[in-house]
Every structure is written in C-alpha cells, then in structure tokens.
C-alpha cells in the first residue's frame, strides 16, 4: 500500500522560514520521483517543485531562489525548504508520487497524494 505523508506546516510571518517533509511508503524514490505542489483558495494546484534519487529537481520559477528541494533515498524522504516567504505562498502544500522515477511538473503524472499540509504566512 502506497502512502506519502507530509509534515512540517505551519503558521509563520512573512520573512520566515519553514521545511516541509515528505515520506514515501510502499514504494521507493527510486524508482519514484516526488513532487510538491500547492493550492491556494480559490486557485488551482499548482507545481511547485519535484526531484528524483539521482538528484535531478526543479523548482518552479516564482519560487527559484527562495525554495530548494533535497531528498534522503535511505529514508524515501524528500523535504522542501522555503525561505523569505511571502504571503502568497499560502497555500495547502501537497506532497506526491510520480507514476516514474523521473519526475515532471505535470500534475497528473503523479498517481498518489497525500492529505496536504497548511503553510500560513502572515504579515
């Protein structure tokens, strides 16, 4: 049984910092890339970063710079740091496993969510 769990959400101020955590059970980051994505009220999920066991990620633009993404292969976990965040990264961060072990942006390649986790940023 496939599960992905995220951890590490919060409510922080503007400026702040916070480290999401991913775990992957029932199958591995080897074979499977993990992705972040989020979704505001009222907005669409949207792709936030992925990256894959040999390291391979990106980050979506309006993020570059701030966020970087880092993955443990013996734990099957991936974490999501974020930095300098601003209000608008609130959001329901989602956490996901790629149908390969590549990865990709594209929403619907990734076969198994987990429930999300609340990042409130205020001012």
């Known amino acids: 049984q496939v599960q992905v769990v995220e951890t590490g959400g919060g409510l922080v101020q503007a400026g702040e910092s916070l480290r999401l955590s991913c775990a992957l059970s029932?199958?591995?980051?080897?074979?499977?890339?993990l992705g972040w994505f989020r979704q505001a009220p009222g907005k669409e999920r949207e792709f936030v970063a992925f990256?894959?066991?040999?390291?391979?990620?990106l980050i979506s633009e309006p993020m570059r710079g701030r966020f970087t993404i880092s993955i443990d292969n013996a734990k099957n976990t991936v974490y999501l740091q974020m930095r300098s965040l601003k209000l608008e990264d609130t959001a329901v961060y989602y956490c996901?496993?790629?149908?390969?072990?590549?990865?990709?942006?594209?929403?619907?390649?990734?076969?198994?969510w987990g429930q999300g986790t609340q990042v409130t940023v205020s001012s």
């Open positions: 029932g199958r591995t980051t080897r074979d499977h890339a």
């Open positions: 990256i894959n066991w040999s390291g391979v990620r």
């Open positions: 996901a496993s790629h149908r390969s072990p590549g990865g990709s942006a594209t929403l619907d390649d990734y076969d198994f």
